[in-house]
T-cell receptor, first 113, second 116 residues
Framework: GNSVTQMEGPVTLSEEAFLTINCTYT??????LFWYVQYPGEGLQLLLK?????DKGSNKGFEATYRKETTSFHLEKGSVQVSDSAVYFC????????????FGPGTRLSVLP | GAGVSQSPSNKVTEKGKDVELRCDPI?????LYWYRQSLGQGLEFLIY????????KSGLPSDRFSAERTGGSVSTLTIQRTQQEDSAVYLC??????????????FGPGTRLTVL
């Protein structure tokens, strides 16, 4: 079945550091890929998405590129802020039905001032 | 508001009692999902509703768990005879179906359930 693997957390960075959170996936076809973010005490929010190979999703300074050849969708940000501290979930969706959404285990990011 | 809402935000119950958790999806979203998020864990799919179709219950962990969706809108997740291992945050999400495809999911803030 489909699956998503993320780098183990927690990740602790200083403000203005460069962020990479690795995500790789296994799917039988051509999934759409997503990054969701969960701020403390809140529900998950869609951060960005990409629906086909070589697409780049971007939002709030975060970027991720759909790499079919390496089955990856790594999340990057050039300069993190304290307000970026949250849990980040990589996810995929394949086919027409939402119950085929598969989430990774999440990576907790802490940014120190 | 226009987002997904859930109630209660927190629920503390005693082992063996039944609990009901409520989800109000975004108006017009035909798909509704329930997930469970245990401490430090990812999301565990529980159940999926799409319009008037029979729900996909494949993620429900035991027959103590059930869910219904009335009128294609509000959903209630019921846990009977709660156990301590049921303690978790229960998340609800909804999505629109466009051109036959479920779009990205919008999540509620969750209900934190604690079973003593």
């Amino acid at each position: 079945g489909n699956s998503v693997t993320q780098m183990e957390g927690p990740v602790t960075l200083s403000e203005e550091a460069f962020l990479t959170i690795n995500c790789t996936y296994t799917a039988t076809g051509y999934p759409s890929l997503f990054w969701y973010v969960q701020y403390p005490g809140e529900g998950l929010q869609l951060l960005l998405k990409a629906t086909k190979a070589d697409d780049k999703g971007s939002n709030k300074g975060f970027e991720a590129t759909y790499r079919k050849e390496t089955t990856s969708f790594h999340l990057e940000k050039g300069s993190v802020q304290v307000s970026d501290s949250a849990v980040y979930f990589c996810a995929l969706s394949e086919g027409n039905y939402g119950q085929n959404f598969v989430f990774g285990p999440g990576t907790r990011l802490s940014v120190l001032p | 508001g226009a987002g997904v809402s859930q109630s209660p935000s927190n629920k503390v119950t005693e082992k063996g009692k039944d609990v009901e958790l409520r989800c109000d999806p975004i108006s017009g979203h035909t798909a509704l999902y329930w997930y469970r998020q245990s401490l430090g864990q990812g999301l565990e799919f529980l159940i999926y509703f799409q319009g008037n179709s029979a729900p996909d219950k494949s993620g429900l962990p035991s027959d103590r768990f059930s869910a219904e969706r009335t009128g294609g809108s509000v959903s209630t997740l019921t846990i009977q005879r709660t156990q301590q291992e049921d303690s978790a945050v229960y998340l609800c999400a909804s999505s629109a179906r466009i051109a036959g495809i479920d779009n990205e999911q919008f999540f509620g803030p969750g209900t934190r359930l604690t079973v003593l």
